[in-house]
């Protein structure tokens, strides 16, 4: 069945850097790409996700990248603000049309 | 505020009660979830119904009992839980259960569990 890794598990960034969490994924066959942010006490929301049709996705500081080749699937975070400071979740769509989760990368904002 | 209720918001219970978890979606989705969170683990998808129908349920003990009366309401019923069940269980709603570009999952807030 499908896996996703993702690193690293904590990211600590100056304020005003760039942040970028990886994640892999196994299923050569998936095709649908989100990521979630969780802020503390709050469930999991969507801030942008990618379809296996394209490459690259971006809405204003924060973009997506996809290799389908070598199946891996990036998070890009620019211009970091203290309200970034969150747990960011991958994930991959698996064979049922089910998401396949990553175990999250908690990202710190150093001001 | 995402449309999604969850409620209790927190929850103590010994391995010997009976409790249930309880989640409306104000967002005439079609689908709706229940997910297990724990500490640095992967969400992990626990049963999925739409249109009031289960469409997956991935190997979940018979001491976790979901119940699903309408598209708006889903129930967790919980009975001789151990500690390690001891987690955030997220419910979730989407206009269908199916993962895909458009099909945003909304979760609630969540409902800490802790078994004693």
């Known amino acids: 069945g499908e896996n996703v890794e993702q690193h690293p598990s904590t990211l600590s960034v100056q304020e005003g850097d760039s942040a970028v969490i990886k994640c892999t994924y196994s299923?050569?066959?998936?095709?649908?790409f989100p990521w979630y942010k969780q802020e503390l006490g709050k469930g999991p929301q969507l801030i942008i996700d990618?379809?296996?049709n394209v490459g690259e996705k971006k809405d204003q500081r924060i973009a997506v990248t996809l290799n389908k080749t070598a199946k891996h699937f990036s998070l890009h975070i620019t211009e970091t603000q203290p309200e970034d400071s969150a747990v960011y979740f991958c994930?991959?769509?698996?064979?049922?049309?089910?998401?396949?989760w990553g175990a999250g990368t908690k990202l710190i904002i150093k001001p | 505020e995402t449309g999604v209720t969850q409620t209790p918001r927190h929850l103590v219970m010994g391995m010997t009660n009976k409790k249930s978890l309880k989640c409306e979606q104000h967002?005439?989705?079609?689908?709706m979830y229940w997910y297990k969170q724990s500490a640095k683990k992967p969400l992990e998808l626990m049963f999925v119904?739409?249109?009031?129908?289960?469409?997956e349920n991935n190997s979940v003990p018979s001491r976790f009992s979901p119940e699903c009366p309408n598209s708006s309401h889903l129930f967790l019923h919980l009975h001789t839980l151990q500690p390690e069940d001891s987690a955030l269980y997220l419910c979730?709603?989407?206009?269908?259960?199916?993962?895909?570009?458009?099909?945003?999952?909304?979760f609630g807030e969540g409902s800490w569990l802790t078994v004693v």
């Open positions: 990618i379809r296996s």
């Open positions: 979730a709603s989407s206009r269908q259960g199916q993962a895909s570009s458009g099909n945003t999952i909304y």
């Open positions: 299923d050569s066959a998936s095709n649908y």
């Open positions: 967002l005439g989705h079609n689908a």
């Open positions: 994930a991959s769509m698996d064979s049922n049309y089910q998401l396949i």
């Open positions: 119904y739409s249109l009031e129908e289960r469409v």
